[in-house]
């Protein structure tokens, strides 16, 4: 996949360029139906499949103290979109100058002229452009005059235990809530962290004999504090662990932490970006009154983690 992330850079339009365009946050089922969209249509014409997306998230610009968590951040989101197969992803950098586009001038300059725009797949919602003006009807107005098709893509749907509609918003909800195993359904895969490993407290391999890798987050979603049942992806190389989010409400520091103890594996990897896979919750965080209960109590998690992690 040609990843282009600057506008400057395109010479000349795309041949047959097929487009779709969103934030894609979560890379979910949905948004893989669009690109799926996408790719059939561009084999049709002989065409180049192109994913836009724009970079940061538009609402981090237009409403900086608004700031929603991603479920992706755009290196993983890039990685995602290529494994769907797209050839080619236009990263947009968004400013206020780009969002003062108008819907009219987006397609024409934009769309059109410079990426040689001949098919656009959008969602049953989809809006765009200087206060949203552009939207389906919009497209469809435009499309005679530019010569480009529109495909509305049908709005995916779980089945009847899921009866809500996929969408990042909802995803975000299900990671917030720790339902691991709904986010998944709708993510196509499990829901995934990257940070890099930090030096902890120096507490769990001492006191407590269970060394855990502390992870720094930045911007990414984190889940609800608790246990849970995870892989991991450190140094090329998988695992299974267990990881802890929250205060170690038995300890008085208070102290917020992701981290993660990591089945068969005693290295020191400080400095290393490491990829957790979140499977299943355990259970809630709990103030101990012992450190030996405390222990005996992870010792079960680990158990536990294990059991899931195999069946
Ligand atoms: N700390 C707590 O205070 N309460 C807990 O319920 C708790 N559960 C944990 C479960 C696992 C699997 C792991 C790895 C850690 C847990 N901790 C818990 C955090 C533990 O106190 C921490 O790893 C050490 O204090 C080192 O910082
Ligand atoms: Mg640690």
Redesign the pocket.
């Known amino acids: 996949m040609k990843i282009i992330d600057n506008l400057e850079k395109i010479h000349t339009p795309f041949t047959n360029a097929v487009i779709t365009i969103g934030n894609f946050d979560g890379v979910h089922i949905g948004h893989q139906a669009l690109f799926h969209e996408v790719i059939e249509t561009a084999e049709t014409i002989d065409g180049t499949s192109i994913a836009m997306t724009f970079e940061p998230h538009p609402i981090r610009v237009l409403k900086p103290n608004h700031h929603p968590p991603l479920i992706t951040l755009y290196e993983q989101k890039a990685e995602l979109i290529e494994r769907t197969g797209m050839d080619v992803l236009i990263c947009i950098p968004f400013t206020r100058e780009f969002a003062s586009l108008t819907a009219k001038d987006f397609i024409a300059d934009l769309l059109v002229r410079r990426i040689g725009m001949k098919a656009i797949v959008v969602g049953e919602d989809y809006s765009f452009g200087k206060n949203r003006e552009g939207n389906i009807e919009f497209l469809k107005a435009c499309s005679p005059e530019y010569d480009f098709k529109v495909i509305v893509a049908n709005w995916i749907w779980m089945n009847r235990t899921y009866a809500d509609r996929i969408s990042s918003t909802k995803i975000r909800e299900f990671v917030t809530d720790g339902k691991m195993i709904e986010a998944e359904k709708m993510l196509g895969r499990h829901y995934q962290i990257r940070g890099k490993v930090v030096i902890?407290?120096?507490?769990?391999?001492k006191?407590?004999g269970?060394p855990?890798a502390?992870i720094n987050l930045h911007d990414e979603l984190c889940p609800k504090t608790g246990?849970y049942a995870v892989t991991l992806e450190c140094s090329g190389k998988q695992y299974n662990g267990?990881?802890?989010i929250?205060?170690?409400?038995?300890?008085k520091d208070h102290q917020f932490?992701v981290?993660?103890?990591i089945f068969g594996f005693d290295d020191t990897i400080y400095g290393e970006i490491i990829r957790v896979n979140f499977i299943q919750r355990?259970?809630?965080?709990?103030?101990?009154s012992s450190i030996s209960d405390?222990i005996a109590?992870?010792k079960q998690?680990?158990a536990n983690?294990r059991e899931i992690l195999t069946t």
Not at 200 to 205: H, L, Y
Not at 282 to 287: A, L, N, P
């Open positions: 902890g407290r120096d507490r769990g391999g006191v407590l269970i855990t502390n246990i267990v990881a802890n929250g205060y170690s409400p038995t300890f932490t981290e993660v103890h355990i259970r809630d965080e709990k103030k101990f405390l109590q992870i998690d680990i983690a």
